[in-house]
């Protein structure tokens, strides 16, 4: 059981490490500055390699949560007791590594949106009220980590039983909760693009899809918290849904800067790439599938907004 988990963990890790590598690679390759994103996709690979370290370790040695059963007909003998203790330690920087991770997403998808919606009116203030609320939605989720258990020493003790503290189901609540109210605000935050460009409806669909793109996780979230809780007493299938959680998150913070250096690839097949300043005096500027600077009016005429989506030629 513990090989095969471990086989699946190791498998999600590593689709998301190459995703994570891949944006890298080809932010490289089409000659974008190494921006605050890469900057944090980079910090996620390191989180992920010293997650799945500890990771490793915790599913072969075992932790403190032990079914009743098991407890009432197993022997400890001191080595047995001495793996579960450090394990049962490695569980809360597993879940502290976890809970960095996924946030670590959502800041790079929300920087993704930040060169999005840089030129609304409205922007600014709500970037902030974004920022504000993962900041604080972070720290909540790394308390509740460390607060169910008292005294404290109950989250690595394996005899006596400790209880039932160490399944730390509130905390399972809270960053499920947390998590999932996030996803729906990043979810939320391009809509108003959406609306207001100048784009045919197939291609308003298709954005409007790469954005909802969120929802997975959300799904995920949803059905991994019923489930845990049948099996309050298996770490390893917890640590297998929150590793699938997170690559999910990987996939939805990089879609769309991978999609936009796809499209870039396309175009510099067809044409030159050519930027504002090149383009003649007249000749209407539109959004080119997230790749380029885009001008929109708003129906009734109201003025134009110039709609800064993600242009990933630095010159």
């Known amino acids: ?35 605050v ?23 072969i040695w075992g932790t403190n949560n032990i079914s009743d059963e098991y407890r009432d007909t197993h022997h400890f003998s001191k080595l047995d007791i001495y793996h579960r203790e450090m394990g049962s330690k490695f569980t809360l920087v597993a879940r502290s590594l976890y809970i960095l991770l996924l946030w670590t997403q959502k800041f790079v998808l929300l920087e993704f949106y930040k060169k999005l919606v840089k030129d609304m009116p409205w922007a600014k203030p709500t970037l902030i ?23 404290f020493s109950l989250y690595w003790v394996v005899i006596p039983d400790p209880g039932k503290c160490n399944e730390a189901i509130i905390q399972l609540f809270v960053v499920g909760i947390l998590n999932m109210s996030t996803d729906l605000l990043l979810i939320a935050l391009p809509i108003p ?24 996780i959300v799904i995920i979230t949803a059905v991994r918290i019923p489930r845990t809780l049948k099996n309050p007493g298996s770490e390893t299938f917890r640590i297998t849904w929150t590793t ?18 796809r499209k870039r690839f396309e175009r510099r097949k067809k044409k030159p790439f050519r930027t504002l300043a090149s383009r003649p005096r007249g000749e ?14 708003t129906q009734g005429g109201a003025g134009e907004t110039l709609v800064g989506s993600v242009d990933t030629e630095h010159t």
């Open 284 to 297: 209407p500027v539109q959004i080119q599938d997230l790749d380029s600077t885009a001008k929109s009016r």
């Open 1 to 35: 059981m513990a090989t095969s988990s471990l086989a699946t963990i190791w498998i999600l890790y590593g689709l998301a490490v190459v995703i994570m590598v891949i944006r890298l690679v080809l932010g490289r390759l089409c000659k974008q500055k190494f921006d």
């Open 129 to 151: 009220c974004y920022l504000v609320t993962f900041i604080i939605t972070f720290c909540l989720s790394i308390i509740f980590t460390f607060v169910e258990c008292h005294p």
């Open 193 to 216: 693009i959406l609306l207001q460009v100048h784009l045919s409806i197939i291609k308003k669909v298709q954005l409007g899809f790469l954005f909802c793109v969120g929802f997975v």
């Open 244 to 261: 699938g959680e997170f690559l999910a998150a990987t996939f939805v913070a990089n879609a769309p800067t991978l999609y936009s250096f």
């Open 37 to 59: 994103g890469d900057r944090l996709t980079l910090a996620a690979i390191v989180f992920s390699i010293a997650r799945i370290a500890f990771t490793h370790v915790l599913v």
